[in-house]
């Protein structure tokens, strides 16, 4: 293999697919270790985790609801299926933002009860 040709189309999407899938990895990962980083009172922890997942929500929040990562790889095919970006199943690709969306929601919530108890209030 020579390094001067181009990647293809199919390349260039694999490759944006793979680091999609390895994004959505590490935010997924963020928020379902919330509640374990509380249960151990590790509310620190808890905390860092809440704000990485924050800023993932303010950049899709500021790209009209959509990963950033969804536009480059549509560049490179026309299938425009739910998992069309992404190594994930259809189904999951498609509710992603409800099932995610829902375990921040009672990750935060959760972290809000152990905080208030453990200060007294």
Not at 43 to 66: C, D, Q, S, T, Y
Request: charge should be positive; include cysteine; aromatic fraction near 14%.
């Amino acid at each position: 293999m020579t390094l001067d040709k181009p990647m293809s189309p199919s390349r260039k999407l694999a490759a944006i697919k793979a680091f999609h899938t390895l994004v959505w990895a590490f935010f997924a990962g963020c928020i379902l270790a919330i509640p374990f980083a509380v249960y151990f009172t590790r509310l620190r922890m808890a905390g860092v985790l809440i704000a990485i997942v924050l800023v993932e929500v303010m950049v899709i929040a500021f790209n009209r609801g959509r990963c950033p990562l969804t536009a480059v790889a549509a560049r490179y095919t026309q299938d425009r299926a739910d998992n069309f970006d992404i190594f994930l199943p259809v189904w999951l690709a498609r509710y992603n933002k409800a099932i995610f969306g829902s375990l921040f929601v009672g990750a935060l919530v959760y972290t809000l009860i152990v905080w208030a108890r453990n200060q007294g209030v």
